[in-house]
């Protein structure tokens, strides 16, 4: 399989913490820069997050810094998003990426692989 797949969301009230988890096969992983999207309803996609492949580059959105943060175990060919301090504007549809970058890009557009998105809904 060459789109990730991710794992993790759910329902959490505000103020909770959520870890989201994003596996793809070696061939789309090995390398990759990997990113964190998310989408809510009526509102375009949005960056959250990126790493590096080996792990040194990580970027945040200003909306999520201090409160996420992302990983990755290559051995394991998995990127992970921890998040806490959930907040009701947290709620949307989680998405795991890969670039065509090997620098993390804030830009959608330089992703390629796509996963289908898991949901994370946070209550108020």
């Known amino acids: 399989q060459v789109q990730p797949v991710e794992s993790g969301g759910g329902l959490v009230q505000a103020g909770g913490s959520l870890r989201l988890s994003c596996a793809a096969s070696g061939r789309t992983f090995f390398g990759a820069t990997m990113g964190w999207f998310r989408q809510a309803p009526g509102k375009e996609r949005e960056f959250v997050a990126a790493?590096?492949?080996?792990?040194?580059?990580?970027y945040y959105a200003d909306s999520v810094k201090g409160r996420f943060t992302m990983s990755r175990d290559n051995a394991k060919n998995t990127v992970y998003l921890q998040m806490n301090s959930l907040k009701p504007e947290d709620t949307a549809t989680y998405y795991c990426a890969r670039s065509v970058y090997s620098n993390p890009r804030r830009d959608h557009t330089t992703y390629d692989y796509w996963g289908q998105g898991t949901q994370v809904t946070v209550s108020s």
């Open positions: 790493i590096s492949w080996n792990g040194n580059q990580i």
